[in-house]
């Protein structure tokens, strides 16, 4: 598999184990849609610890866990909300219209931002990212995970540009300001764990004004 804008292969080990948040899972998914290469190499991952539990001996469910299970699946997902999804973008990847969306909110000259009603993991949750040829966000750092996969359009930061079906990893200890290169809007989904932290005298100035 080809590691460049690609996850982590902590990352890919997470999500194809079932145990990556629900957040960066829907990310995931979503580039995994887009790189089907990728995809295989997560359904071998799979397909190894499907193995490895067909030879491993079987424990007993405690009382109870099987009701547990489902009423944590009920809560998380929201499977017993029958109303249908409002989803007004079927060009997204499969795995992003099965979810409701939010109104698009401003951000600022040429940003905007809507909710993705996806599972949430504490302050985790997904969003919709579209900003128009020629802008940028402000430069920024993070309370704790940004997982960003491009959908539409090319952005490049300090040291790299991404494309369609690339994926960057960020957290706290990444400082920048993703700048659009393509001469269409840029459309990411971004899994945000917290607010984003605006950098600079003008970027705390700012920082009560945006809410991302």
Not at 68 to 89: F, H, K, S, W, Y
Not at 116 to 136: E, F, M, Q, T, Y
Not at 167 to 172: I, P, Q, S, T, Y
């Amino acid at each position: 598999m080809n590691l460049a804008h690609n996850p982590s292969e902590e990352r890919l080990l997470a999500y194809a184990a079932g145990s990556l948040s629900a957040p960066e899972a829907v990310v995931v998914a979503a580039h995994l849609a887009l790189r089907p290469a990728n995809d295989e190499w997560v359904h071998t991952l799979m397909s190894v610890g499907g193995s490895l539990l067909e030879d491993s001996e079987p424990s007993p469910l405690s009382n109870g866990a099987l009701a547990d299970a489902m009423a944590r699946i009920e809560t998380d997902t929201g499977v017993c909300d029958v109303r249908p999804a409002l989803n007004d973008m079927p060009e997204l990847p499969e795995p992003l219209r099965r979810y409701a969306l939010g109104p698009w909110r401003w951000l600022g000259p040429g940003v905007r931002a809507r909710e993705v009603h996806a599972p949430r993991d504490g302050n985790c949750r997904v969003i919709l990212l579209k900003i128009d040829p020629g802008r940028s966000t402000p430069r920024h750092t993070h309370c704790g995970v940004e997982l960003t996969c491009v959908l539409q359009g090319a952005y490049a930061t300090e040291t790299a540009t991404f494309g369609v079906g690339d994926l960057e990893e960020a957290d706290e200890d990444t400082l920048h300001q993703p700048r659009v290169v393509s001469d269409i809007p840029c459309l990411c989904v971004v899994a945000l764990d917290g607010e984003i932290q605006l950098d600079g005298w003008l970027g705390r100035l700012m920082q009560p004004f945006v809410k991302l």
